[in-house]
């Protein structure tokens, strides 16, 4: 009988993989009986697990080990087991009652598969559901040691951490590059216990007071009718709490500014929001707030290119991160922290330091660096490590101590509370992304998913029992002692006079930005105003806008053809700028970035080589565009194809000649012939870099390349497009450009916002 084609071919694939009639008899199972996969498959070496993914050890009261062995988790042995350790023979078929026969009850193996992966998923969490993990290194320069005792801190500390990037309001499987707030998230896992820093990459907060937390999320979130739109502000109870609750007013600034829509995780800013309190060994205090910055500088996205991204690669900043680690470009920041005198009003420079919608600029307070963080390791399981890694705000260790922030409060009983949920019971410590890498001997016992073997009587203090243990240890064993300070008041459901201002820090904000970032914010808020139904909401924006400024609330307003309500006192004359919180204008190591050469055999394919070599030099990616897959001219390997490359993937785009139509492009053969020589450029190149030049990233080109420039309506002469006849200085010039991120030179903004 012929065996039909694709039946052949299964058969094969099973052959091979199950290595029939290469094993050893099944004793008692013939190895010719049908069906047909008598054999176990061969499975893979199992992973070794991490040094950090102990499984809990749990000690007696003489704080030994017990000896369970913990680290038996999964993935033993050879052989495909059920959860109980016993091998089986099958996973591909039901037991049935013959062949084509009902399936039986009894199927036990059958059973445990479904009921497992009936239960695979567990809820989201409620707030940055959307996330990318990293394991790394946090280095300390021994600066902070003056004014705390945290032993992390201290000079030449080496510490292992878990950091986890996230946007705000999408779900799981929503979209990287969306208009929205970052977490920074950083477990360090000090040999005093957990610390928890739980930040964003924008430095304030939506509300002052944490009780008002499920307003702003219940407002930003889909609407509750037909959840829609989904991760985004771009929507009317977004804009209808925020123009009502004014002190919103300075978070959703940083929100339209190009903050929101980074480049990758790696080029953030970080910050702790709240002021925190940090105590040294004699217990003197000290207010602090938390800032990473970045090694490769603070670099966004252009609107239109975060919204092609968010259809083209969704996973766009989770595989950036992946891929720098994997490649050995390991993201680094440094820790840095504004240090505040502890005075009893907790006021500095007029700022109320307990207000986290409130900066205080790095010009009254330069930020003082302490510590390197190095992320150099990428999970080896999604699920085990970034999804089950539960931060808390309360993870704290001697030496740093928590403030009266009432935004901080909240967050104090919120983190702890929502693992009840996400994670299913009080035992989440016990995971292994979560476990202190320093000894733990609690009282806390039993529990769902409790899985330490607790050894002893007496859990409870005092005991006799258990000879006393685990006994209390004083500030010189470690303990952690919360700052003794004096407490009283009226009890009343108020706010301080000073959190009464909303206006003057977005008013400082707007004047610190660089003319071209005015003009994003200016698009960026138009753009999702113009998202709105109601008009109502657009026109007390409006009256906001004008609150902080007449030229902002002008190009708003007219963007969205509606007039530009007056403030409701003129504006002071002279306002201060911070320039710290301008991101443009600088230059940045350029490692990491992309470049995409666009070749097909028309182009030198010597000069393609020694450009790409240079691009590896220079420590940034390259990746060769050509018509097709597979080799260019025999010996150059395509990394993207015409069909499969967009322009949001490079940093920069250098075209080695003129790319002629390729015949899968629609369209191709009624290319307009373009010049003398005859040939249009491929419609897709010349997307590409059209693409690129309005996203005012760096292109270049030899060769013929000018031409392809033209032809995609690109002005050869505009900033930015760096031409010449030899490939390696053309990237040279190219690189110098990139250091600035883009050619913002390329569209000066309009004459208002200068
Ligand atoms: Fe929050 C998660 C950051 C205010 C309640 N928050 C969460 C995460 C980050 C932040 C980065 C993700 C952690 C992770 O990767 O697992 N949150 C902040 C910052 C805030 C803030 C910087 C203000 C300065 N958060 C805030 C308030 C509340 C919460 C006021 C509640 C009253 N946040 C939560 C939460 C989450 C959370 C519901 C959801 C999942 C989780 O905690 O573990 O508890």
């Given at each position: 009988?012929?065996?039909?084609?694709?039946?052949?071919?299964?058969?094969?694939?099973?052959?091979?993989?199950?290595?029939?009639?290469?094993?050893?008899?099944?004793?008692?199972?013939?190895?010719?009986?049908?069906?047909?996969?008598?054999?176990?498959?061969?499975?893979?070496?199992?992973?070794?697990?991490?040094?950090?993914?102990?499984?809990?050890?749990?000690?007696?009261?003489?704080?030994?080990?017990?000896?369970?062995?913990?680290?038996?988790?999964?993935?033993?042995?050879?052989?495909?087991?059920?959860?109980?350790g016993?091998?089986?023979?099958?996973?591909?078929?039901?037991?049935?009652?013959?062949?084509?026969?009902?399936?039986l009850?009894?199927?036990?193996?059958?059973?445990?598969?479904?009921?497992?992966?009936?239960?695979?998923?567990?809820?989201?969490?409620?707030?940055?559901?959307?996330?990318?993990?990293?394991?790394?290194?946090?280095?300390?320069?021994?600066?902070?040691?003056?004014?705390?005792?945290?032993g992390?801190?201290?000079?030449?500390?080496?510490?292992?951490?878990?950091?986890?990037?996230?946007?705000?309001?999408?779900?799981?499987?929503?979209?990287?590059?969306?208009?929205?707030?970052?977490?920074?998230?950083?477990?360090?896992?000090?040999?005093?216990?957990?610390?928890?820093?739980?930040?964003?990459?924008?430095p304030?907060?939506?509300?002052?007071?944490?009780?008002?937390?499920?307003?702003?999320?219940?407002?930003?979130?889909?609407?509750?009718?037909?959840?829609?739109?989904?991760?985004?502000?771009?929507?009317?109870?977004?804009?209808?709490?925020?123009?009502?609750?004014?002190?919103?007013?300075?978070?959703?600034?940083?929100?339209?500014?190009?903050?929101?829509?980074?480049?990758?995780?790696?080029?953030?800013?970080?910050?702790?929001?709240?002021?925190?309190?940090?105590?040294d060994?004699?217990?003197?205090?000290?207010?602090?707030?938390?800032?990473?910055?970045?090694?490769?500088?603070?670099?966004?996205?252009?609107?239109?290119?975060?919204?092609?991204?968010?259809?083209?690669?969704?996973?766009?900043?989770?595989?950036?991160?992946?891929?720098?680690?994997?490649?050995?470009?390991?993201?680094?920041?440094e820790?840095?922290?504004?240090?505040?005198?502890?005075?009893?009003?907790?006021?500095?420079?007029g700022?109320?330091?307990?207000?986290?919608?409130?900066?205080?600029?790095?010009?009254?307070?330069?930020?003082?660096?302490?510590?390197?963080?190095?992320?150099?390791?990428?999970?080896?399981?999604?699920f085990?490590?970034?999804?089950?890694?539960?931060?808390?705000?309360?993870?704290?260790?001697?030496g740093?101590?928590?403030?009266?922030?009432p935004?901080l409060?909240?967050?104090?009983?919120?983190?702890?509370?929502?693992?009840?949920?996400?994670?299913?019971?009080?035992?989440?410590?016990?995971?292994?992304?979560?476990?202190?890498?320093?000894?733990?001997?609690?009282?806390?016992?039993?529990?769902?998913?409790?899985?330490?073997?607790?050894?002893?009587?007496?859990?409870?203090?005092?005991?006799?029992?258990?000879?006393?243990?685990?006994?209390?240890?004083?500030?010189?064993?470690?303990?952690?002692?919360?700052?003794?300070?004096?407490?009283?008041?009226?009890?009343?459901?108020?706010?301080?006079?000073?959190?009464?201002?909303?206006?003057?820090?977005?008013?400082?904000?707007?004047?610190?930005?660089?003319?071209?970032?005015?003009?994003?914010?200016?698009?960026?808020?138009?753009?999702?105003?113009?998202?709105?139904?109601?008009?109502?909401?657009?026109?007390?924006?409006?009256?906001?806008?004008?609150?902080?400024?007449?030229?902002?609330?002008?190009?708003?307003?007219?963007?969205?053809?509606?007039?530009?309500?007056?403030?409701?006192?003129?504006?002071?004359?002279?306002?201060?700028?911070?320039?710290?919180?301008?991101?443009?204008?600088?230059?940045?190591?350029?490692?990491?970035?992309?470049?995409?050469?666009?070749?097909?055999?028309?182009?030198?394919l010597?000069?393609?080589?020694?450009?790409?070599q240079?691009?590896?030099?220079?420590?940034?990616?390259?990746?060769?565009?050509?018509?097709?897959?597979?080799?260019?001219?025999?010996?150059?390997?395509?990394?993207?194809?015409?069909?499969?490359?967009?322009?949001?993937?490079?940093?920069?785009?250098?075209?080695?000649?003129?790319?002629?139509?390729?015949?899968?492009?629609?369209?191709?053969?009624?290319?307009?012939?373009?010049?003398?020589?005859?040939?249009?450029?491929?419609?897709?190149?010349?997307?590409?870099?059209?693409?690129?030049?309005?996203?005012?990233?760096?292109?270049?080109?030899?060769?013929?390349?000018?031409?392809?420039?033209?032809?995609?309506?690109?002005?050869?002469?505009?900033?930015?497009?760096?031409?010449?006849?030899?490939?390696?200085?053309?990237?040279?010039?190219?690189?110098?450009?990139?250091?600035?991120?883009?050619?913002?030179?390329r569209f000066?903004?309009?004459?208002?916002?200068?």
């Open positions: 009988e012929k065996s039909h084609p694709i039946k052949a071919a299964v058969d094969k694939v099973v052959d091979t993989v199950s290595g029939r009639g290469e094993r050893a008899e099944i004793p008692g199972v013939p190895n010719s009986e049908p069906p047909s996969l008598e054999q176990p498959t061969e499975p893979r070496e199992p992973l070794p697990p991490k040094p950090d993914q102990r499984g809990p050890d749990t000690f007696s009261p003489t704080g030994q080990p017990t000896g369970v062995p913990q680290d038996k988790v999964a993935q033993e042995g050879a052989y495909l087991t059920t959860a109980q016993v091998r089986l023979r099958d996973t591909d078929h039901s037991l049935k009652a013959g062949p084509r026969g009902p399936v009850l009894q199927d036990h193996h059958l059973r445990e598969k479904v009921m497992h992966f009936d239960h695979e998923r567990i809820p989201e969490r409620v707030v940055h559901a959307r996330g990318a993990g990293a394991h790394g290194v946090f280095r300390s320069y021994g600066t902070a040691a003056n004014v705390t005792r945290a992390f801190l201290a000079e030449g500390a080496e510490t292992a951490v878990f950091v986890r990037f996230s946007t705000v309001l999408g779900s799981r499987g929503s979209a990287d590059t969306v208009r929205d707030t970052r977490g920074f998230a950083t477990k360090f896992y000090t040999g005093e216990g957990v610390f928890d820093l739980v930040g964003n990459n924008i304030v907060f939506f509300i002052q007071d944490g009780i008002k937390f499920p307003d702003i999320i219940h407002a930003a979130k889909p609407h509750p009718d037909r959840e829609i739109p989904q991760a985004q502000s771009a929507h009317d109870t977004f804009w209808d709490f925020v123009s009502l609750h004014t002190e919103a007013t300075f978070h959703t600034m940083w929100n339209m500014s190009d903050r929101g829509i980074p480049r990758s995780y790696r080029m953030m800013e970080g910050f702790g929001v709240h002021t925190f309190r940090l105590v060994a004699q217990g003197k205090t000290t207010l602090v707030k938390w800032h990473w910055k970045p090694k490769l500088g603070v670099h966004s996205l252009t609107w239109e290119e975060a919204q092609i991204i968010g259809g083209v690669d969704p996973d766009f900043h989770r595989r950036d991160l992946a891929d720098a680690i994997e490649s050995g470009a390991f993201p680094e920041w820790l840095g922290i504004q240090i505040f005198p502890d005075t009893p009003d907790q006021m500095f420079e700022i109320d330091l307990l207000d986290s919608t409130k900066i205080v600029p790095e010009e009254l307070a330069s930020v003082q660096p302490v510590g390197l963080l190095t992320l150099n390791a990428n999970p080896s399981n999604f085990a490590e970034t999804e089950q890694v539960a931060f808390h705000t309360g993870h704290l260790v001697p740093i101590d928590v403030t009266d922030d935004l409060a909240a967050r104090l009983f919120s983190y702890l509370d929502t693992q009840i949920t996400r994670l299913a019971g009080p035992n989440f410590a016990q995971i292994p992304i979560n476990r202190p890498h320093a000894p733990v001997n609690d009282m806390l016992r039993d529990g769902f998913h409790q899985s330490a073997v607790h050894r002893g009587v007496a859990p409870y203090k005092p005991n006799s029992l258990d000879g006393g243990c685990p006994f209390h240890a004083g500030a010189a064993e470690g303990a952690y002692v919360e700052v003794p300070l004096e407490v009283a008041g009226r009890k009343v459901r108020e706010a301080p006079a000073s959190y009464a201002d909303h206006f003057s820090q977005p008013r400082l904000f707007w004047r610190s930005l660089s003319p071209v970032e005015r003009e994003h914010l200016v698009s960026a808020y138009t753009f999702e105003l113009s998202k709105c139904y109601e008009q109502a909401v657009k026109e007390r924006t409006l009256h906001v806008l004008a609150e902080i400024d007449p030229v902002l609330c002008e190009q708003v307003a007219d963007g969205l053809g509606l007039p530009a309500p007056q403030p409701s006192q003129p504006p002071a004359a002279h306002l201060p700028s911070s320039p710290a919180l301008s991101q443009v204008g600088r230059e940045w190591p350029v490692d990491g970035r992309i470049i995409g050469i666009v070749a097909d055999d028309s182009s030198d010597g000069v393609v080589g020694a450009v790409r240079a691009v590896l030099g220079a420590g940034m990616t390259p990746l060769i565009i050509a018509p097709k897959g597979g080799m260019l001219g025999g010996s150059l390997a395509v990394q993207r194809t015409f069909a499969t490359a967009r322009s949001v993937e490079f940093d920069a785009i250098l075209l080695a000649g003129a790319p002629v139509p390729g015949k899968d492009a629609y369209g191709a053969r009624d290319a307009k012939a373009g010049d003398a020589a005859g040939a249009g450029v491929d419609p897709r190149v010349a997307l590409m870099v059209g693409e690129a030049y309005r996203h005012a990233k760096v292109l270049g080109g030899w060769g013929a390349a000018e031409r392809a420039f033209v032809q995609a309506g690109v002005p050869a002469s505009a900033a930015g497009v760096v031409l010449g006849d030899d490939g390696e200085a053309v990237l040279r010039d190219a690189v110098a450009l990139l250091a600035r991120h883009r050619v913002w030179d000066p903004p309009a004459a208002e916002l200068t």
